[in-house]
């Protein structure tokens, strides 16, 4: 782990310059040990794929003392102690719902069917959370899947657009501008800033897709 | 006695009017930017002016245009960018807290230097904490009446306080606003800590970077200011992701940096110069299209010891009573 200076009350630590689970997983424990540690002197940590970023109250603390705890909190990481959480999201595949399932499918050499049944076949993990709020990255897809961004960005994603990225797939929260591929609708709500607890995944978390039909789908509250 | 009041209706809402307190912290790992006054320092002296906590809720009016009309007996003050105010016709001044009486009509003109004021008012505008904070981030559709900026017609309520003291700040602790709106005015200089990528930047990069003038950008918002200048690229291709600190300076592929504010996204995997501190960017969002910016360095425990500074310098001010 590397500790360095980015602000006037932040600091990263770098555990690695590529994402592994491994990795994320230092990142997920070195935070949570962190939160213990530090208590109110934190303003925000943000964990991501490889790196944590540490924003402290500076009328409380500084940055050699931040040093000190991220060293001790990475080291006082217990293997034994990992927390595994998993979430079912039900996805409603198909061309009707998510558009691109087609063009992946026959850019694969498979079918959409086929595609469906593959994205369901991994547990993926919450590498980062951001772009948006509750926007989760997870992966990483089966290699058949991985398809780049599109090349230009849709002005409109509906809530819940189940999409692809390079190895990576999401839920988009929310309406928004988006450059992924659309393979179908998923109906759970995944970010609420009205509840106290606004998201039910958090990084590090694992996530499985199962797939739902269209009575399903709408009796879960989805929106067609 | 009532907690709360309807204490105003918009009749002119201005092209962009905000309400915010002092930001949403905490929640920036489920991807919510921090919001809050982008210039922090009038924001505070407003508050303080109106007698409130220093995280209550203003409203942050970008070039002004607004028009409010009071529905109940109160104290205002409006700091930051110079602007013809008015109450009834009658032209107030700024840095200073006025009585406002039912029926008034209280005028913001548009601004001439600087591009942000604060309204705040006596108890602070009652909004719904969400996510512990009234801050709105337009682009997370959160905080104010509805994730917006305010709309004609709307009502804002006040929290009731009983009307305190007329007060002034004193001409030498108004922070000094440099830019004007119509660009061309006087160069700012934006000290940076270092950090993040700066060692991955060639060295004539980080030399260009330190001894060119930029120029804001039209692509200026909550956000982050976009600059134009020399291009002072990386050469790093992708990062992975990772967190954005305020006042964070990234360079995309095309060598133009962009000083990332309050509403930035949280993750971002460009390559970033380090970071701008906060007495800085404050200075920085008020300057429009086509101001001219430098940047020179500051170490990180010089960073640290200017907002203890900056804290204690104006917790020791006081403010001049007008009245007893």
């Given at each position: 782990m590397r500790v360095e200076d980015t602000g006037e009350n932040s600091v990263i630590a770098w555990f690695a310059d590529k994402a592994?689970?491994?990795v994320n997983e230092s990142v997920v424990a070195t935070c949570r040990n962190l939160e213990?540690?530090m208590?109110?002197t934190i303003i925000d940590l943000v964990p991501s794929y490889a790196s944590l970023l540490v924003v402290f109250d500076p009328?409380?603390t500084?940055h050699?003392?931040v040093h000190?705890w991220l060293?001790?909190a990475f080291?006082?990481?217990?293997?034994?102690?990992?927390?595994?959480?998993?979430?079912?999201?039900?996805?409603?595949?198909?061309?009707?719902?998510?558009?691109?399932?087609?063009?992946?499918?026959?850019?694969?050499?498979?079918?959409?069917?086929?595609?469906?049944?593959?994205?369901?076949?991994?547990?993926?993990?919450v590498y980062a959370i951001g772009f948006a709020p509750g926007f989760a990255y997870?992966?990483?897809?089966?290699?058949?899947?991985?398809?780049?961004?599109?090349?230009?960005?849709?002005?409109?994603?509906?809530?819940?657009?189940?999409?692809?990225?390079?190895?990576?797939?999401?839920?988009?929260?929310?309406?928004?501008?988006?450059?992924?591929?659309?393979?179908?609708?998923?109906?759970?709500?995944?970010?609420?800033?009205?509840?106290?607890?606004?998201m039910?995944i958090a990084v590090g978390?694992?996530?499985?897709?199962?797939?739902?039909?269209?009575?399903?789908?709408?009796?879960?509250?989805?929106?067609? | 006695?009532?907690?709360?009041?309807?204490?105003?209706?918009?009749?002119?809402?201005?092209?962009?009017?905000?309400?915010?307190?002092?930001g949403r912290f905490g929640y920036q790992r489920l991807g919510f930017a921090n919001g809050g006054?982008?210039?922090?320092?009038?924001?505070?002296?407003?508050?303080?002016?109106?007698?409130?906590?220093?995280?209550?809720?203003?409203?942050?009016?970008?070039?002004?245009?607004?028009?409010?009309?009071?529905?109940?007996?109160?104290?205002?003050?409006?700091?930051?960018?110079?602007?013809?105010?008015?109450?009834?016709?009658?032209?107030?001044?700024?840095?200073?807290?006025?009585?406002?009486?039912?029926?008034?009509?209280?005028?913001?003109?548009?601004?001439?230097?600087?591009?942000?004021?604060?309204?705040?008012?006596?108890?602070?505008?009652?909004?719904?904490?969400?996510l512990?904070?009234?801050?709105?981030v337009?682009r997370d559709?959160?905080?104010?009446?509805?994730?917006?900026?305010?709309?004609?017609?709307?009502?804002?309520?006040?929290?009731?306080?009983?009307?305190?003291?007329?007060?002034?700040?004193?001409?030498?602790?108004?922070?000094?606003?440099?830019?004007?709106?119509?660009?061309?005015?006087?160069?700012?200089?934006?000290?940076l800590l270092p950090g993040y990528q700066f060692?991955r930047?060639?060295?004539?990069?980080?030399?260009?970077?330190?001894?060119?003038?930029?120029?804001?950008?039209?692509?200026?918002?909550?956000m982050g200011?976009?600059?134009?200048?020399?291009?002072?690229?990386?050469?790093v291709?992708s990062l992975l992701s990772e967190g954005i600190c305020h006042g964070a300076v990234q360079v995309p592929?095309?060598?133009?940096?962009i000083v990332l504010l309050n509403d930035r996204q949280t993750i971002g995997g460009y390559p970033k110069l380090g970071s701008v501190v906060s007495?800085?960017t404050?200075?920085?969002?008020?300057?429009?299209?086509?101001?001219?910016?430098?940047?020179?360095?500051?170490?990180v425990?010089?960073a640290?010891?200017?907002?203890?500074?900056?804290?204690?310098?104006?917790?020791?001010?006081?403010?001049?009573?007008?009245?007893?």
């Amino acid at each position: 782990m590397r500790v360095e200076d980015t602000g006037e009350n932040s600091v990263i630590a770098w555990f690695a310059d590529k994402a592994s689970v491994e990795v994320n997983e230092s990142v997920v424990a070195t935070c949570r040990n962190l939160e213990q540690s530090m208590g109110d002197t934190i303003i925000d940590l943000v964990p991501s794929y490889a790196s944590l970023l540490v924003v402290f109250d500076p009328f409380k603390t500084h940055h050699a003392e931040v040093h000190e705890w991220l060293s001790a909190a990475f080291e006082s990481i217990n293997p034994t102690e990992t927390i595994t959480k998993v979430i079912e999201l039900p996805v409603l595949y198909g061309e009707a719902y998510g558009p691109d399932i087609k063009r992946i499918a026959d850019n694969a050499g498979i079918t959409e069917f086929q595609v469906a049944q593959l994205h369901q076949s991994i547990e993926y993990r919450v590498y980062a959370i951001g772009f948006a709020p509750g926007f989760a990255y997870l992966g990483e897809i089966d290699l058949k899947l991985a398809t780049p961004r599109l090349e230009i960005p849709r002005q409109n994603v509906p809530k819940g657009a189940v999409a692809i990225a390079d190895r990576q797939t999401a839920v988009y929260p929310s309406e928004s501008p988006g450059g992924w591929n659309l393979i179908g609708l998923c109906p759970t709500r995944l970010i609420d800033p009205t509840e106290k607890l606004p998201m039910p995944i958090a990084v590090g978390d694992w996530v499985r897709f199962i797939e739902i039909d269209e009575a399903q789908y709408l009796n879960l509250g989805g929106e067609l | 006695m009532l907690k709360v009041l309807p204490g105003f209706k918009i009749i002119q809402a201005g092209p962009q009017s905000v309400l915010q307190d002092d930001g949403r912290f905490g929640y920036q790992r489920l991807g919510f930017a921090n919001g809050g006054p982008l210039d922090a320092e009038s924001y505070y002296w407003a508050q303080r002016l109106c007698g409130n906590n220093t995280t209550a809720t203003a409203i942050e009016i970008l070039l002004g245009g607004v028009v409010l009309e009071a529905l109940a007996d109160t104290v205002i003050a409006i700091t930051g960018a110079e602007m013809p105010v008015t109450i009834n016709g009658e032209r107030i001044s700024l840095w200073q807290s006025h009585r406002i009486n039912t029926g008034d009509k209280l005028e913001v003109g548009f601004t001439s230097v600087g591009l942000r004021s604060y309204l705040a008012v006596s108890g602070g505008f009652n909004v719904p904490d969400i996510l512990g904070s009234s801050a709105t981030v337009i682009r997370d559709e959160i905080g104010g009446l509805d994730g917006k900026a305010l709309q004609v017609g709307q009502l804002l309520n006040i929290n009731n306080q009983l009307s305190h003291k007329i007060l002034m700040l004193a001409k030498s602790s108004r922070p000094k606003i440099k830019a004007s709106s119509a660009g061309g005015a006087a160069e700012i200089e934006l000290r940076l800590l270092p950090g993040y990528q700066f060692e991955r930047f060639p060295e004539e990069k980080r030399q260009l970077f330190f001894s060119s003038t930029f120029r804001v950008s039209n692509r200026c918002d909550r956000m982050g200011y976009c600059l134009n200048g020399p291009d002072v690229s990386s050469g790093v291709s992708s990062l992975l992701s990772e967190g954005i600190c305020h006042g964070a300076v990234q360079v995309p592929p095309d060598g133009q940096p962009i000083v990332l504010l309050n509403d930035r996204q949280t993750i971002g995997g460009y390559p970033k110069l380090g970071s701008v501190v906060s007495c800085d960017t404050g200075k920085l969002a008020q300057c429009g299209p086509g101001s001219r910016i430098r940047f020179s360095k500051i170490s990180v425990r010089q960073a640290h010891s200017e907002i203890l500074l900056a804290s204690e310098r104006r917790e020791r001010t006081l403010l001049i009573s007008l009245n007893s």
